[in-house]
T-cell receptor, first 120, second 110 residues
Framework: KAGVTQTPRYLIKTRGQQVTLSCSPI?????VSWYQQTPGQGLQFLFE???????NKGNFPGRFSGRQFSNSRSEMNVSTLELGDSALYLC???????????????????FGPGTRLTVL | GENVEQHPSTLSVQEGDSAVIKCTYS??????FPWYKQELGKRPQLIID?????GEKKDQRIAVTLNKTAKHFSLHITETQPEDSAVYFC?????????FGRGTSLIVHP
């Protein structure tokens, strides 16, 4: 199977602009999660989408938004960029974490290569 | 999942030594504990995981142990090699997605 892909890989923007990042999950995976990674801050969870619905949300301002399409591909958007938004943005895909009996479990996440965003 | 604490933040060892990274969690419903390795400039990759129905799992030089009573789990790397140098993240999961620790930077000196 092809792995998780993200586009673009690198992006340079200026303050006040907006940006859209794209993530294509592994075929058959229905869950896509987004993370922001900055030096010393680990993996900060942004949000998770499952079957086109936002199922979980982290503690980020409303400038960060996302969506998921019927083919499970996901996009995240950051509006009114700030210098502090410079980071590596990672997406991860998984099957979705719902068992055949409806029981919830945490499924293995597979990460994409990330998009390096630099805000000047 | 809720909070997960990871220690140490930096670990420096000599080649051939063992390395141990510990994580503690607070959510008693947590039942999945993966470990990821992130080499410089690359994506995090799963190296080993354990579910709550077992106490230990090994894969060659790496092992993970889980103590559900104490709510902590650890990654053990034996006979470390320079290529083990990376940032390691623990995570715990009790819901749809895991909660990650802040990472441990492991440096293996040749």
């Amino acid at each position: 199977k092809a792995g998780v892909t993200q586009t673009p890989r690198y992006l340079i923007k200026t303050r006040g602009q907006q940006v859209t990042l794209s993530c294509s999950p592994i075929s058959g995976h229905r869950s896509v999660s987004w993370y922001q990674q900055t030096p010393g801050q680990g993996l900060q969870f942004l949000f998770e989408y499952f079957s086109e619905t936002q199922r979980n949300k982290g503690n980020f301002p409303g400038r960060f938004s996302g969506r998921q399409f019927s083919n499970s591909r996901s996009e995240m958007n950051v509006s009114t960029l700030e210098l502090g938004d410079s980071a590596l943005y990672l997406c991860a895909s998984s099957r979705g974490g719902i068992g055949t009996s409806g029981r919830v479990f945490t499924d293995t996440q597979y990460f994409g290569p990330g998009t390096r965003l630099t805000v000047l | 999942g809720e909070n997960v604490e990871q220690h140490p933040s930096t670990l420096s060892v000599q080649e051939g030594d063992s390395a141990v990274i510990k994580c503690t969690y607070s959510d008693s419903a947590s039942n999945y504990f993966p470990w990821y390795k992130q080499e410089l400039g690359k994506r995090p990759q799963l190296i080993i995981d354990i579910r709550s129905n077992v106490g230990e799992k090994k894969d060659q030089r790496i092992a993970v142990t889980l103590n559900k009573t104490a709510k902590h789990f650890s990654l053990h790397i034996t006979e470390t090699q320079p290529e083990d140098s990376a940032v390691y993240f623990c995570a715990e999961g009790g819901s749809y997605i895991p909660t990650f620790g802040r990472g441990t930077s492991l440096i293996v000196h040749p």
